[in-house]
């Protein structure tokens, strides 16, 4: 940013992994990211959310039309995909439609992708919560590196950063103090992680890109 003086907009659009399940506001990784943002020197507001505990692709995209928000903003963060893949949703469903919402993520950015920062999907199967209800967690992986691999491809084609968390979520996910109390959602510690790792690209793209 050219003014740091001047207070920035974030937009995070997401599920569970956005909002928070079980975890304050602040707790968050994109309220924690915001804040990280700050004690870098840049001027950013805490972020608009428009997420929800086990929403899909399509869904969030309904939420989208139904909050109808106004950019552009500084940045806006996406991290879908985890309800896709957990109700065996097509890949190929969760391709096209991860594609429209990242086209409305740039839209949302002032038409601007270097604004955008895409952060991978988790890997839920590593959980207590997977392994009390028998889910299969090496096909719960490869079926997330799937998805993963769907998205990081779009963000390429679109010139969009992508932020890969999915290592972090299965380097001692499964430990308590990694989780809240029902074994399945992050804690504020392991957004913490998520924030810290996207912290450098964040700042890349809000001081690259101009001031909207």
Do not use: K
Not at 66 to 88: E, F, K, T
Not at 117 to 131: F, H, K, M
């Amino acid at each position: 940013m050219s003014d740091n003086t001047a207070t920035q907009r974030y937009l995070a659009l997401g599920d569970s992994y956005t909002i928070g399940e079980g975890v304050p506001a602040q707790g968050t990784w994109p309220f924690q990211l915001a804040a990280a943002l700050r004690t870098q020197g840049i001027a950013l507001e805490d972020p608009q959310v428009i997420a929800t505990t086990g929403w899909t692709t399509d869904e969030l995209a309904a939420a989208i039309d139904a909050a109808a928000p106004q950019g552009p903003y500084a940045l806006v963060s996406l991290l879908i995909g985890v309800n896709n893949q957990y109700r065996g949703r097509p890949l190929a469903e969760y391709r096209q439609q991860f594609e429209q919402l990242l086209q409305r993520a740039i839209a949302l950015a002032g038409e601007d992708p270097r604004r955008v920062l895409v952060l991978s999907t988790p890997d839920w199967g590593i959980t207590p919560y997977a392994q009390q209800n028998d889910r299969d967690a090496g096909q719960v992986a490869r079926e997330i590196d799937d998805f993963n691999a769907a998205e990081q491809a779009c963000c390429g084609d679109y010139g969009v950063a992508y932020v890969d968390i999915t290592a972090i979520s299965r380097d001692g996910g499964d430990a308590p103090a990694m989780l809240v109390d029902d074994g399945l959602h992050p804690s504020a510690l392991m957004y913490q992680r998520w924030a810290q790792a996207a912290l450098p690209t964040a700042v890349q793209l809000l001081q690259a890109a101009p001031d909207a």
